[in-house]
């Protein structure tokens, strides 16, 4: 069975988005287009299950304020992230 799929042309963005995207997706050893495609997956699948009378920015208006007050980088950002990502495999793992 094959999945069908589509093409879609996004116009609008500034050059300063284009660029982040194209860091975010560099750091992550991505495409721009495929760091992008698992952007609107996440978006769509979890947009209206969690967040059904919401858009995405409205949900992460505080926690993008308090980072804005925190005074994090985004490599500090990042980096925290990435901690948490690792200490949650380490946790599954562990559990094994």
Do not use: C
């Amino acid at each position: 069975m094959s999945l069908q799929t589509g093409t879609l042309e996004i116009t609008g963005l500034t050059f300063e988005t284009l660029e982040a995207l194209n860091d975010k997706a560099r750091r992550s050893g991505k495409t721009a287009e495929q760091y992008a495609r698992r952007l609107i997956e996440i978006g769509v699948s979890t947009a209206e299950t969690i967040l059904p009378e919401m858009t995405l920015d409205e949900a992460m208006a505080p926690f993008r304020r308090q980072v804005e007050e925190s005074g994090l980088t985004d490599e500090e950002l990042d980096e925290m992230f990435l901690e948490a990502r690792r200490d949650y495999h380490r946790e599954l793992k562990e559990r094994e």
